[in-house]
T-cell receptor, first 111, second 114 residues
């Protein structure tokens, strides 16, 4: 079993839709939860960062962490074609900055 | 934020040869990381490279196959040795940012081994 599981998609939605992206994990030691966005032929860039459980909102993006269920989510409201990218969840415990990534979900937002 | 460049951006190599990938950062950083991103797979950490010390390799990766150099605080190289088609992948370097557990990534090197 992988430490982090993420549905690879691809996911295609119309412009303006609400998008839900999810990851599950097995390591209860994870404390830091991140969402990275990766455009085609580019390196990943940090989108959202959450420590421990709870919600965090940044504009159209909301990150949720449920440590009791070992489940994290990223919601994108009013999705735009510019949101078309691969979204990777990443997690870490306190071990020297090592990140464990999910497989990534490829999202396409159609105008 | 740090700006990271990688060379080459892509290459096609023959089986049995070696390729050295360069990673240059525009500021001094302590920790640099090398990842592999295989088609349809997650980013997998190969090793962590600190300046002035031996790189620390993750399970499944060995120094003979992926030797790493870290001569100063802005530069690192990863060599993929004795390549096989299974080494075809995107190789990315990253550096630790100011916020804990945030990393800045380079654009990647797309390697195809024939």
């Amino acid at each position: 079993q992988k430490e982090v599981e993420q549905d690879p998609g691809p996911l295609s939605v119309p412009e303006g839709a609400i998008v839900s992206l999810n990851c599950t994990y097995s390591n209860s030691a994870f404390q830091y939860f991140m969402w990275y966005r990766q455009y085609s032929r580019k390196g990943p860039e940090l989108l959202m960062y959450t420590y421990s459980s709870g919600n965090k909102e940044d504009g159209r993006f909301t990150a949720q962490v449920d440590k009791s269920s070992k489940y994290i989510s990223l919601f994108i409201r009013d999705s735009q074609p510019s949101d078309s990218a691969t979204y990777l969840c990443a997690m870490s415990d306190n071990q020297g900055g090592k990140l464990i990534f999910g497989q990534g979900t490829e999202l396409s937002v159609k105008p | 934020s740090a700006v990271i460049s990688q060379k080459p951006s892509r290459d096609i190599c023959q089986r049995g040869t070696s390729l050295t990938i360069q990673c240059q950062v525009d500021s001094q950083v302590t920790m640099m990381f090398w990842y592999r991103q295989q088609p349809g797979q997650s980013l997998t950490l190969i090793a962590t490279a600190n300046q002035g010390s031996e790189a620390t390799y993750e399970s499944g990766f060995v120094i003979d196959k992926f030797p790493i150099s870290r001569p100063n605080l802005t530069f690192s190289t990863l060599t993929v040795s004795n390549m096989s088609p299974e080494d075809s992948s995107i190789y990315l370097c990253s550096v630790e940012a100011d916020r804990p557990y945030e990393q800045y990534f380079g654009p990647g090197t797309r390697l195809t081994v024939t």
